[in-house]
């Protein structure tokens, strides 16, 4: 039983691993501000949750399972605040020139 | 090589790059990005080296809240600088000062590789006199009790540097509040990122410094995640820098040195030396003196980063 | 090698990086940034003291790890006093640097409103 959550574990955070990968190629070769700012948020949050799917199986007790949630959801609030200034920002630069 | 040598080589390079990327960046904005992103790898490294208490403190304090006064005063720097003020230096300067660089990094490269071995430590005296506090965080216990003084004099050293960045501004402003830390008119997402994270930031802080004395945490980490907090909601024009001479600024500034000096005057009357604490009173005393520390680490860090008094003081 | 002492070199290799950075660069918050470098450094060194330094059920020596939290602590502050100094200088001058040699002083502006 245990090996299978093993299994899991790192498929999921295999799974996570890759969806940052993406996010970072992203940044990279993508052409615009906005288009970057976009797939980063998405997949720097898909990415985590499935880092913290695969951290469920591995934890103490349910209060750091808990903990581990909360981590994704607060980094979600943060960054989709975050995004949106960035993008204002950037709109409003843009409108300037 | 197994796979945590591997992490730690990569993690070793990546840092290594990171902090190129930041000494050479030649904008400032980009510099302090760089920087904020070198000290979060740096925290885990800490955490490679098993000092989780300082991972905290660096991750809060060296890369988020520096990170954040320096991305304000680059703001403020902003209007057009002299030409001559952003050339960089000259070659054989350069030349010397990489020279320079090189010794003084093999240098310290030698002591790293050439350290005692095993080097002197004094985990066994900690370990000794841990129980005696009642404390599970040796940390906490080296911060508040076996080296008190060293933590006093440090709380006391804020306090000067608020008193010397009030000082650098304006004699005829002086009583008036600092600049203002957000724009006039705040983007509605950062109200919502603020209502919405504030208040359990807040229950966070507080937790991390209850939880610190027996697990890793502590005053310090607590105090910078409220203060933090603070300057959320100041940025987001919620609330606004308070005037300097506000009474209960002042008070809370000097609480935290304050108590933590009168408990270690009161050692003599209680427990027979300066900074002793009475033996089954410890643990109580200790989380009062770390509740006060608290409260002015989270006032103090704000009030260092909004700076200098700015207005009329008539007002 | 172990992580401890590779963590030790890298201390080292900072703070020369810092070193170079201080003296090279021309603008004093990015001088402040590799102030703040050598600083980092230094500490990854009582970090690798602290971690060699382990026994007694520790897994690393409490002393030199709270030495480092003030460090942290102390270094931000010194930061934040250099910081509002910088500004005071260009808000008075227009300039930020003290060298009175490398840009002549600029016409008095208005007091700035916000």
Redesign the interface.
């Known amino acids: 039983m245990s090996s299978a959550l093993d299994v899991f574990s790192a498929a999921a955070i295999g799974a996570g691993v890759f969806f940052f990968f993406a996010g970072t190629v992203a940044l990279l070769r993508f052409p615009d501000s906005l288009t970057r700012l976009h797939a980063l948020t998405k997949a720097d949050n898909i990415g985590l949750g499935f880092v913290v799917l695969g951290l469920l199986p591995r934890v103490d007790s349910p209060l750091d399972a808990l903990r581990l949630i909360a981590i994704w959801f607060l980094v979600q609030v943060s960054g989709a605040s975050t995004a949106q200034m960035i993008g204002t920002a950037l709109r409003r630069k843009e409108a300037a020139e | 090589m197994s796979v945590l040598q591997a992490l730690d080589l990569g993690l070793a390079i990546l840092i290594l790059a990171v902090a190129c990327t930041t000494i050479a960046t030649r904008e400032i904005f980009g510099a302090v990005v760089n920087y904020v992103a070198y000290g979060l790898l740096l925290s885990i490294v800490w955490i490679r080296l098993y000092a989780p208490d300082v991972a905290l403190t660096e991750a809060a304090i060296g890369c988020g809240v520096t990170g954040v006064m320096l991305v304000t005063a680059g703001a403020h720097l902003r209007r057009p600088v002299h030409a001559r003020d952003a050339e960089p230096s000259s070659l054989p300067v350069r030349f010397l000062a990489a020279v320079l660089a090189v010794l003084a990094a093999a240098a310290i490269a030698a002591v790293v590789l050439l350290l005692p071995e095993p080097p002197p430590s004094l985990a066994l005296e900690a370990r000794q006199s841990l129980a005696a506090t009642g404390l599970g965080n040796p940390i906490t216990a080296v911060l508040i009790s076996f080296r008190s003084f060293d933590t006093l004099l440090e709380k006391v050293v804020l306090l000067l540097a608020v008193v010397a960045v009030w000082s650098v501004g304006p004699d005829r402003q002086w009583g008036s509040a600092p600049e203002s830390l957000g724009k006039p008119r705040p983007d509605g997402a950062l109200i919502f990122f603020e209502q919405a994270l504030v208040p359990l930031g807040i229950l966070v802080g507080v937790h991390i410094f209850w939880v610190g004395a027996d697990e890793p945490g502590g005053a310090f980490q607590g105090g910078a995640i409220l203060a933090a907090m603070w300057m959320i909601v100041m940025t987001a024009r919620q609330a606004e820098p308070p005037r300097i001479d506000a009474r209960w600024l002042r008070l809370c500034l000097v609480a935290g040195p304050a108590v933590f000096l009168i408990a270690g005057l009161a050692g003599p009357g209680m427990a027979g030396s300066f900074f002793a604490y009475p033996a089954g009173f410890a643990k109580p005393i200790i989380l009062f003196i770390e509740a006060f520390m608290l409260l002015s680490i989270a006032v103090t860090l704000p009030m260092l980063v909004a700076g200098p008094p700015h207005g009329n003081p008539s007002e | 090698m172990s ?19 201080l ?5 004093p ?2 001088k ?3 102030f ?2 050598i600083g ?2 230094v ?3 009582f ?17 030199p ?6 460090g ?10 250099a ?6 200088l ?1 808000e008075e001058t ?4 003290l060298d009175t040699a ?2 002549p002083k ?1 016409p008095p502006k208005a007091e700035v409103t ?1």
Do not use: E, K
């Open positions: 992580a401890a002492t590779l963590a030790g070199l890298v201390g080292a290799a900072l703070v020369g990086l810092g070193l170079y950075g003296i090279v660069n021309p603008q918050l990015r402040i940034l590799a703040n470098l980092s450094g500490f990854l060194v970090g690798i003291v602290a971690r060699g330094g382990a026994g007694a059920g520790f897994p690393a020596d409490p002393v790890q709270a030495m480092v939290i003030t942290i602590v102390v270094a931000f502050a010194a930061s934040a006093v910081v509002a100094l910088i500004l005071r260009h227009g300039r930020v640097t490398a840009s600029p916000r």
